[in-house]
């Protein structure tokens, strides 16, 4: 066997195995961890991979075994175990990788003795890569024999391996296997008189000194853009323009947008390997344990009910979901009817399916069950925590839904929510504790989850050109390199474990960790590959913003004009702005030239100033509301299209905005209190308007309790108990005293038009006389107090609702549930210190009725 070795080679490579040479059998490219595959194989060593977070919840239960409360890690293990464990068992590793052996290498630092104690408590621990490393490491040292020919290398520095890299390679020397450096055998000699401004960069690379600069022959561009969009059609351009099999393109993790637009131009998408952990899928178990924890997260429960893979039955979970959207709580009576409804809806499809009266109730009693674990449960304090069973229950009910649509829709991603499951059980179980806090599962979901999973249906796809997602895959020769996302690298800087003192103490025990500043090094000599390695033209795409946001570009850029382009009018001569080709109908550039066909434009309808339509097209309804004749009144368009044409905006479900849900919640306190008696004292009110406030929030505004809400919780509360009070106040103190509420009365309007309307509250005067209240929230009360100094065709309606006579006029007031304000237009019945100058009922009511005859709504 031929293997082709280099540090960055363990994925996609350029070239691939063969080359330029012919096919034969046992030629391999790879990296060291395929290597490590590769020899054990051939030893027989190999064992299946385990996952790193059991590898974690071991080490949590270990830490667990040995803490004592007096160990260096014990207060963090106290605060967050899952975390602690992660971090000494990174630590562990490390040390591993390079040589560390617990029973001997002991006493150069507490941290590492610690480590020691803790790994010679776990003999039967689960094996992991540093594992697997020193395993194989051991058995080479045992001269034993591999079926590999030769070893060609293709890194140019070895000093920035890891270490226990470097030692690899010189077993296999030890035992016979020939090693090659290749690095240079691509490189290509540039003649004299004859520099490209990418020859230029390669010289400089090389640590040639040149006085040269760039000249802006084309070779080496820089692609700017204000947004991707540009970028990628200047990309997708030069690639229907220049197909070559000797082109790579740098893709990174790939992007959506741009896979997008080039399947939209016909061109093939490089594909998208970023993770994502926003799937639906894999979020049904964190949305579930979310919706466990008190305060109730109502946010939380109504992504659980509306994301495409809910497991809450769908006759039941787009019932609460309108409950939710309306009236933000749980275990309202409308929350209530809408799971009662749901089931009720289910026991008529199995009554009508055939099923006998024993069946129905087996699968009431099931689907009752799994209400209870997803809807219907209870609430937990996020510090003492969920009981430990109760989150297994969790764990394993998700599994199990998991598993079940895997078989009915063979997607993977079911399998992966099931995995997960597992080794969140797994990380709970470590714990060793009876109820696990939100922190400790928060922790474990976080580690487990991690960065998601990759997205399905973005898939590279057949191209003439070589796709790699890091310049460290390049190692040999390539015409055309395009690098796409041309961008700092926002990984931060490398963790430091160790002190100086540490290292120093284990180099010297023959324990040789990776220098600090290796890895960065390292990277930086992949990013050369792209220059270093292409033939005829380097091409870095690098837009200001990625989905919106300002990026800066990548570091290599600094190298390549201080190499080449000092000043800032040469590096514009290797800089273009990708909109130039967006904006001209021809652009050239050196060796390129874009022609743009502009596409055939058809001109879009004049705006109608008058719609016209025939005769009795647009009639009344049969049933108006207060809300369709003010939308008359306002936009006649509108209306007709709402109404008639029954044309109407999507609706999306979310919660509600914040007046809305505190004036239904101000509502249902005013109703509440008003059904218990009339007569209450303004003591009295307070102290039942803070008891219902309490009661009810949970199951109307469940949003006050998350703890950042906690003033305007407050808030609300006190202003709602002064409000009510000085409602109570001015009624008693006017002798007006409540009937009705939210009382629903329906009028003749015209001909075979009936007016309906829900009114808030009807009271009698002390002179007898009927009184309407219409109340709202609002946090500027002084709105209303303008529409009836102007026209409240809300309360006109309402009022010529209640009369009993149309020349009859009856006091309203508009009551303000946040400020406790009234405004009334001009009546003796109510108190004139809240009278608004404004026109009368009877005369607003005339002027609407003349203006709906206008509109063929006569009276």
């Not at 919660?655 to 209450?680: A, C, F, Q, R, Y």
Request: charge should be negative.
């Amino acid at each position: 066997m031929k293997i082709t070795l280099g540090y960055w080679l363990d994925s996609t490579t350029y070239p691939d195995a063969l080359g330029d040479q012919e096919a034969s059998v046992g030629t391999v490219v790879t990296g060291f961890n395929g290597l490590i595959g590769i020899i054990e194989t051939q030893l027989g060593l190999t064992v299946p991979n385990v996952s790193e977070n059991l590898r974690i919840a071991e080490w949590q239960e270990l830490i667990r075994k040995q803490d004592s409360g007096k160990k260096l890690f014990s207060k963090s293990f106290e605060t967050d175990s899952w975390n602690t464990a992660k971090e000494l068992l990174r630590r562990r590793d490390e040390l591993m990788l390079a040589g560390w052996n617990p029973l001997v290498h002991v006493g150069g630092s507490a941290w590492i003795d610690t480590l020691a104690e803790l790994e010679l408590a776990n003999p039967n621990r689960l094996c992991g890569f540093p594992d697997r490393v020193r395993g194989l490491i051991s058995r080479l040292q045992e001269q034993v024999q591999v079926q590999i020919e030769k070893i060609n290398i293709v890194d140019e520095d070895k000093t920035l391996w890891d270490p226990w890299c470097i030692q690899l390679i010189d077993l296999l020397k030890e035992i016979g296997v020939e090693t090659q450096n290749v690095s240079t055998m691509f490189e290509k000699e540039i003649q004299k008189d004859s520099y490209t401004d990418l020859s230029l960069l390669q010289k400089v690379m090389a640590g040639e000194k040149s006085s040269e600069v760039a000249k802006g022959d084309g070779s080496l561009l820089l692609i700017r853009s204000e947004q991707e969009w540009d970028a990628a059609d200047f990309l997708i351009s030069w690639l229907q323009q220049n197909t070559s099999e000797d082109t790579v393109f740098i893709k990174g993790d790939g992007s959506l947008f741009l896979d997008e637009l080039l399947n939209r131009r016909g061109v093939p998408a490089a594909g998208v390997d970023a993770l994502s952990k926003w799937r639906a899928v894999l979020q049904v178990l964190p949305l579930t344990i979310d919706t466990y924890w008190e305060p109730l997260r109502v946010d939380r429960m109504l992504e659980l009910l509306t994301i495409p893979t809910s497991p809450v039955p769908g006759k039941i979970r787009y019932k609460l979901a309108k409950v939710l959207a309306a009236n933000p709580g749980i275990g309202g009576p409308l929350w209530v009817q809408a799971i009662q409804d749901g089931i009720n809806a289910y026991e008529e499809i199995w009554t009508a399916e055939g099923l006998d009266e024993k069946e129905v109730k087996k699968r009431r009693k099931n689907l009752e069950a799994r209400l209870d674990l997803w809807v219907n449960h209870e609430y937990y304090d996020p510090t003492e925590g969920i009981p430990f069973e109760q989150l297994m229950n969790i764990c394993q009910k998700v599994s199990q839904w998991a598993a079940l649509n895997y078989q009915t829709t063979n997607d993977l991603m079911f399998v992966q929510a099931t995995q997960y499951a597992q080794e969140v059980m797994e990380g709970l179980k470590s714990l060793g504790a009876k109820r696990v806090t939100r922190l400790q599962v928060g922790r474990i979901l976080e580690s487990v989850l991690g960065e998601g999973a990759k997205l399905s249906g973005y898939t590279q796809e057949a191209a003439q050109w070589q796709v790699v997602n890091h310049p460290g895959q390049i190692w040999g020769k390539a015409e055309n390199i395009i690098w796409w996302g041309f961008h700092k690298n926002m990984s931060g800087p490398s963790v430091r474990t160790w002190t100086s003192k540490e290292r120093g103490w284990l180099r010297e025990h023959g324990v040789n960790l990776l220098e600090e500043d290796v890895r960065r090094r390292r990277e930086a000599a992949a990013w050369q590959r792209a220059a270093r390695l292409s033939d005829k033209r380097l091409i870095l795409f690098a837009p200001a913003k990625v989905k919106g946001k300002e990026i800066s570009i990548h570091p290599l850029w600094d190298e390549i004009r201080y190499a080449i382009a000092k000043d800032h009018n040469t590096e514009k001569k290797i800089t273009i702005e990708a909109a130039d080709i967006r904006k001209q109908s021809r652009f050239s550039i050196p060796g390129m030239e874009f022609e743009r066909t502009p596409l055939q434009t058809t001109k879009i309808p004049d705006p109608i100033r008058t719609w016209r339509v025939p005769e009795n097209i647009v009639v009344p309804r049969e049933v108006e509301s207060a809300t369709s004749f003010e939308g008359l009144i306002g936009c006649p368009l509108k209306w007709t299209f709402t109404y008639v044409a029954n044309v109407k905006p999507g609706k999306i479900l979310s919660l509600p905005h914040e007046s809305i849900m505190l004036g239904n919640l101000g509502h249902v306190i005013l109703e509440t209190l008003i059904t218990e008696k009339t007569d209450w004292s303004e003591e009295e009110v307070g102290i039942r308007t803070g008891d219902l406030f309490d009661q009810l929030t949970p199951r109307l505004a469940a949003t006050l309790l998350e703890p950042q809400n906690g003033i305007l919780r407050s808030e609300t509360r006190f202003k709602l108990q002064k409000s009510l009070q000085k409602f109570f106040k001015v009624l008693n103190h006017a002798g007006i005293t409540i009937q009705d509420t939210e009382i629903e009365l329906q009028k003749t309007w015209s001909d075979g038009v009936e007016f309906n309307g829900r009114l808030d509250l009807i009271g009698e005067t002390a002179s007898g006389n009927k009184i309407l209240f219409d109340a709202k929230w609002s946090r500027k009360p002084s709105n209303y107090k303008v529409r009836l100094e102007n026209l409240s065709v809300q309360l006109t309606l309402y009022h010529w609702l209640l009369a009993e006579d149309d020349n009859q006029e009856l006091p309203v007031a508009y009551f303000m549930l946040r400020s406790g304000d009234f405004f009334s237009l001009p009546h003796g019945d109510f108190p004139s210190d809240y009278h608004v100058a404004g026109p009368s009922l009877l005369e607003s009511h005339q002027c609407y009725v003349n203006l709906c005859k206008i509109f063929g709504h006569s009276s």
